[in-house]
């Protein structure tokens, strides 16, 4: 399975972004995708998750209602939308996936497959 991440880039506190990322060598009919972030001299930490069978959503506390995951139109492919972005939303953001759905769907080691990655800078 691989994973691709984009649509990174260099914004302005209060503006917007969407993060596509899409999967190839599997369909995701019951698995769970997910992005996590990771800032400078931080750890990466969870932001939100898609399960892939119902399309229920979890979202980290500090999302606060701004970020929403949602399935794209392209197949096994999900949508972050993030809005009224924050400088302390400047992170490499990553997409990951697992095969089933976990109630540990906000830890890392719980994911099989990563993308690379795609960094989003906002300035203030």
């Known amino acids: 399975v691989q994973l691709q991440a984009f649509g990174g880039g260099l914004v302005q506190a209060g503006d917007s972004l969407r993060l596509s990322c899409a999967a190839s060598g599997r369909t995701f009919s019951s698995g769970t995708m997910a992005w996590f972030r990771q800032a400078p001299g931080k750890e990466r930490e969870f932001v939100a998750a898609?399960?892939?069978?119902?399309?229920?959503?979890f979202y980290a506390d500090f999302v606060k209602g701004r970020f929403t995951i949602s399935r794209a139109d392209a197949k096994d492919t999900v949508n972050l939308q993030m809005d009224t972005l924050e400088p302390e939303d400047t992170a490499i953001y990553f997409c990951a996936a697992r095969p089933s759905y976990s109630h540990s769907y906000y830890q890392a080691p719980s994911y099989s497959w990563w993308g690379q990655g795609t960094l989003v800078t906002v300035s203030s």
């Open positions: 898609l399960r892939w069978s119902d399309g229920s959503t």
